[in-house]
Nanobody
């Protein structure tokens, strides 16, 4: 079983950057494909990024130029670097390892 805890969300101005972290406990993430997802109010959960156990990254076309997913298996932590943030990026961001999800961290993009 993997326990996941996101952090790093907050309020940022349009055009700004944030780095989200997802710290795992109880088990190593090294063998897992990991992902970030987000959910805005009234909308379905949306895929943001994936990184395989071998380090291959995948993104939706709308995010691949602004978001970067990274993993540090030694620290048992997943990251999401978000640049050039837009108001429409505001959402609760979740990390995932297989069927395990964190509780989410809120990202607000507003001037």
């Amino acid at each position: 079983q993997v326990q996941l805890e996101e952090s790093g969300g907050g309020l940022v101005q349009p055009g700004g950057s944030l780095r989200l972290s997802c710290a795992a406990s109880r088990s190593s993430i090294s063998g897992y494909t990991m992902g970030w997802y987000r959910q805005a109010p009234g909308q379905e959960r949306e895929w943001v990024a994936t990184i395989t156990a071998g380090g291959k990254t995948m993104y939706p076309d709308s995010m691949k130029d602004r978001f970067t997913i990274r993993r540090d298996d030694a620290k048992n932590t997943l990251y999401l670097q978000m640049n050039s943030l837009k108001p429409e990026d505001a959402a609760v961001y979740y990390c995932r390892a297989a069927s395990y999800w964190g509780q989410g961290t809120q990202v607000t993009v507003s001037s």
